[in-house]
């Protein structure tokens, strides 16, 4: 009975090396390609995942997390693997149809593999970039030979280096020995820098029409981004009409511009705008630019900068924007019509009275940011958890059973020990008994 209980423990010795064997799984290097990109445009990011246990395993789901910025179009990223991976193996998990819409230097909180969490990526980080420029002129108009100053002020989303370059469309006005291109270096998310051009001389062919352009590069050399204002400065006496589309203080201006200078927003302005085109405007002080950058049959999307805000507005809406933060609107934006056709909306801006703002409730940010989920992800993921438990619960369960196993076999070899004691004790007392009986005989007998 003994052996047999020896020969036992032996065996599950040798069992349970077998099922403390577990599998984990951990993220080994990560990367995203491009390393930088611009705002709503897709890129990829790969995550090499180990086996650094020492059992074989699947890894069912990997999700990639965003940090805490919102910056992404969506909250997770899960991706179906289904890999088995061998003890001290790896695997290699590609995450596609990223997108970023907030620029910046932005980053990831985890990736989540079935049940484990790991932040390896939480030091991993992206440069996503943008950049918007607006003119300033010192004159909306001028007379032959008469000089002025235009200035170009660029906005910057991400770390990014910029080339301003002044391009005169027509007018035979000119800047003189000045270099066309003037370079911003190391601008950073959110900061704004200027470059001017001084003294510029308008001709005698018409007005001084010119574009300003920013060439973006982020700061790894990878992602570029441009950006463009076209402006004019009406010529007041020259013998040429001027050529230009839209003065500098006035009306809303017609097609083919990409951006129309309003000037001071003093009254009610009425404006034709294609897809990407501009209307830059002044109010309070600062000069600011409407964009459109999206329409359907009914509706039309437009972002308002120089504080980025985007607002979504259906045929005959008005909204009201608050310029300077201080939630009382102070302009308004009314969509008239849309061609769909030629795909051209009509918009009317109106500056507000204080009375007139009050009355109006301001958009509130970014309406067209949607916190879209990844629902069959998730309902996928979910269903991964709890079909499939971690190897080390399980592991856990085998060896508890086994353990009792042992334990039962002891108490029981225990009991059995005692119990053949026991017939032992009783087998000597009846041969003990036995040999007095028979030597009591024998001395009957001799007697």
């Known amino acids: 009975m003994i052996s047999k209980i020896f020969i036992s423990a032996i065996i599950i010795s040798l069992i349970i090396p077998g099922v403390l064997a577990v599998a984990n799984f951990q993220v080994s290097a990560f990367s995203c390609t491009p390393s930088e990109t611009t705002v709503n ?21 990997a999700t990639l997390y965003p940090d805490s910025g919102d910056w992404m179009e969506n909250s997770n990223y899960p991706k179906t693997v289904n890999d088995a991976i061998t003890a001290g193996q790896s695997t290699e998990v590609t995450f596609t149809s990223l ?12 990736i989540s593999l079935d049940d484990i969490t790991d932040t390896y ?19 909306s108009n001028a007379a032959m030979g008469e000089t002025f100053d235009v200035t170009g002020e660029v906005t910057a989303g991400g770390d990014i280096d910029v080339t301003l370059t002044f391009t005169i469309n027509s007018g035979g006005c000119s800047i003189g020995s000045q270099s066309s291109s003037k370079t911003i270096t ?4 959110g900061s704004k820098q200027s470059r001017a051009w001084t003294s510029v001389t308008q001709g005698t062919s018409g007005g001084c029409d010119f574009t300003i352009t920013a060439s973006a590069t982020g700061e790894g050399g990878i992602a570029t981004k441009n950006d463009f204002i076209n402006s004019v400065v009406a010529c007041t006496d020259c013998p040429v009409a001027s050529t ?59 972002k308002i900068q120089s504080k980025e ?41 109106r500056p507000l009275t204080k009375e007139e703002g009050a009355k109006l409730t301001p958009t509130t940010g970014d309406e067209t940011k949607e916190e879209t989920r990844s629902s069959a992800g998730e309902v996928m993921r979910e269903a991964g958890e709890i079909l499939r438990k971690p190897v080390v619960y399980w592991s856990l369960i085998v060896i508890t059973v086994i353990i009792l ?43």
């Open 41 to 61: 445009e897709a890129f990829t990011c790969s995550a090499q995942v180990q086996n650094t246990g020492d059992a074989p395993a699947t890894l069912g789901t």
């Open 244 to 302: 230009a589309s839209s003065g500098g203080g006035g009306g809303g201006g017609g097609g083919g511009s990409s951006k129309y200078q309003l000037g001071k927003l003093t009254e009610v302005e009425s404006v034709e705008m294609s897809k990407n085109e501009k209307a830059q405007f002044e109010i309070l002080g600062e000069n600011h630019t409407i964009t459109l950058t999206s329409l359907t049959e009914t509706t039309a999307t437009f």
């Open 99 to 110: 997108k970023a819409v907030k620029t910046g230097s932005n980053g990831f909180q985890k």
């Open 186 to 189: 190391g601008m950073t998310d």
């Open 309 to 349: 805000q985007n607002i979504t507005l259906i045929i005959g809406e008005e909204k009201g924007i608050d310029i300077n933060e201080n939630e009382v609107s102070d302009i308004s934006i009314k969509l008239d019509t849309i061609n769909i056709i030629t795909k051209i909306v009509t918009i009317t801006i």
């Open 121 to 139: 990526v939480s030091d991993r980080s992206i440069n996503i970039i943008d950049v918007s420029v607006i003119v300033n002129k010192t004159a």
């Open 405 to 447: 196993i042992v334990l039962g076999l002891i108490i029981i070899g225990v009991i059995g020990y005692k119990g053949h004691k026991e017939d032992i004790k009783n087998k000597k007392v009846k041969i003990l008994k036995r040999s007095l009986f028979t030597k009591k005989n024998s001395i009957i007998k001799t007697k």
